[in-house]
């Protein structure tokens, strides 16, 4: 009997793993993974995620081998590569995990299946989210995720045999071998199905418990979230396997301190984000256009000949003279993540103060968020610059949230140290000092930290009525109630959420 090809794509791990116990069980197994140049090479691409792969593909290999394998690690376009291989070992199946990713990824995926229909090869895909592939509509959605996380896991292979022991490969790649470019990134997550493990065990015996109250800040966010994200992403850890042990954990706290015990709550917070992660997911995979094009048509030509690009340069660089929006910029620059409402808000800032168009803004993200995960990328973009018509107009104040977020300007006097020295009364708007104060905090304004780019109110009094008047056309098209049937969540229709 031939072996048979698991392909590992974004799903980076031995648990859990269901391509890999089904080839496992049939005989021989060649575990393959491609570094793909056409990806690697894209807009939406850095060293960052680079190095979060290859930290994933060398342990992966470690656990491959004590099982009795090895990844086979090659490089090229994956039909030329699969198609090569193929010719070396006469493999009649691949196995791998079905995919919701960029446009590149959908493209490559269709590519060599057709390849295997042509030549007569089996392919197999298995679900790892959430995400239903080929659905009609979101009615009945919920009903099928929640079958899927709460199915059995398939655990590891007790053994696998290695249908690859002589064919040659590469090693891991290093990101100076694409030509990836040094992206400003000084500390960062480990990849890997271990690392995933530990975080998921400390934020479940510790951590989670102040999740609810120390999520929404970038102070206390860094402990009180959970962490997982990059490894969901890159598949080092299966959701169903988060889903599975968290709701363990909360049952377990439940009979502890009782249905209404704050950390139980938490973890219920927790799995409906769980549900939310699949639910932005799914989108992209009923309406792949969303990378490149507004969800709701209404909203074509809105910003897109508008676009300023040195309001766009200043917000990517951190420069904006907004303390908040400069401190979380930097931040992700330098280590890759932010909290979710820090990610909103920048969004927000982004799409009306500076009124530009959504898609550099959300390349520029994507090269900074270790995370990227593009079906909840893009449809989370879309839905805080307002292109959905659906979604309550939500538009943040960068003052406003330095009160309520960061009022002793902790965080931004670590990432804007320009700002060290400055009054807590003017640390989220350091350009109302006065000039002798200037002087004494060693931080002139327009000299050693710039002047806000825009006014916050005009510029956002400006973007509330061009808003109000594009939802308002939006509805009156009937274009948002197509968004909405196509889309929107089921969970509470009257408040049409997306």
């Known amino acids: 009997m031939t072996a048979e090809l698991v392909w590992f794509k974004r799903d980076l791990r031995v648990t859990d793993h269901s391509p890999l116990v089904a080839a496992a069980r049939r005989g021989k197994v060649i575990c393959l993974y491609i570094y793909e140049p056409d990806l690697i090479s894209a807009d939406d691409f850095s060293k960052r995620h680079l190095l979060f792969i290859n930290d994933s593909l060398t342990e992966l290999d470690r656990d491959l081998r004590k099982l009795g394998s090895r990844l086979l690690i ?18 009649r199946c691949i196995r791998a995990h079905q995919e919701t990713t960029n446009a590149l990824g959908y493209q490559r995926d269709r590519a060599v299946k057709k390849w295997a229909q042509s ?38 292979p007790r053994q696998i045999v290695d249908g690859g022991a002589e064919l040659a490969g590469l090693g891991v790649q290093s990101p100076e071998s694409f030509a990836l470019k040094e992206d400003g990134l000084i500390s960062r997550q480990t990849g890997g199905e271990s690392e995933a493990i530990t975080l998921l065990n400390s934020f479940l015996s510790d951590r989670s418990g102040d999740y609810l109250q120390g999520l929404s800040s970038p102070l206390t966010a860094w402990d009180s979230c959970s962490r997982l994200s ?15 042990r968290v709701s363990q954990r909360k049952r377990e706290l439940q009979r ?37 094009d507004n969800m709701n048509p209404t909203f074509n030509g809105l910003r897109e000949n508008e676009f300023n690009p040195v309001y766009f340069e200043a917000w990517a660089a951190g420069q904006t003279g907004y303390p908040l929006i400069d401190a979380c910029m930097r931040a992700l620059q330098q280590t890759g993540w932010i909290n979710f409402r820090m990610r909103a ?52 104040s960068p003052i406003k949230q330095v009160l309520d977020q960061d009022p002793g300007g902790m965080f931004i006097r670590q990432w804007v140290p320009e ?20 002087q004494q905090s060693g931080c002139i304004i327009e000299h050693d930290y710039p002047a806000p780019i825009v006014d916050h109110l005009s510029a956002y009094r400006a973007a509330q009525k061009r808003m ?31």
Not at 74 to 91: C, K, M, P
Not at 127 to 155: C, E, H, I, K, Y
Not at 423 to 431: K, L, S, V
């Open 74 to 91: 090659r490089r090229g376009e994956a039909v030329d590569v699969i198609s090569s291989l193929q010719a070396e070992t006469g493999f």
């Open 119 to 156: 030549a007569g090869i089996d392919f197999i895909e298995y679900r790892q989210q959430g995400v239903v592939r080929a659905m009609n509509g979101r009615d009945g959605w919920a009903r099928q995720w929640q079958g899927f996380v709460t199915s059995p896991l398939v655990g590891r």
């Open 230 to 244: 990059p490894y969901l992403t890159y598949g080092n850890i299966s959701l169903r396997t988060v889903y599975q």
């Open 256 to 292: 502890q301190r009782g249905q209404r015990d704050p950390w139980s709550q938490s973890l219920s917070n927790y799995v409906e984000r769980l549900a939310w992660h699949c639910h932005f997911i799914q989108k992209l995979e009923d309406e792949p256009a969303i990378e490149f």
């Open 345 to 396: 808000m920048l969004i927000s800032f982004a799409s009306y103060h500076l009124w530009l168009h959504w898609r550099q803004p959300a390349l520029h993200l994507a090269r900074l968020f270790t995370d990227y995960e593009p079906g909840i990328h893009y449809s989370q973009i879309q839905m805080q610059a307002g292109t959905t018509g659906i979604s309550a107009l939500r538009i943040y």
């Open 419 to 438: 700002l060290i020295h400055v009054p807590d009364d003017f640390i989220a708007e350091p350009h109302r000092m006065p000039a002798p104060i200037q």
């Open 468 to 498: 109000r008047a594009a939802n308002l056309a939006a509805k009156t098209s009937g274009d948002s109630t197509r968004v909405f049937q196509r889309h929107g969540s089921r969970k509470n229709q009257s408040r049409r959420q997306i």
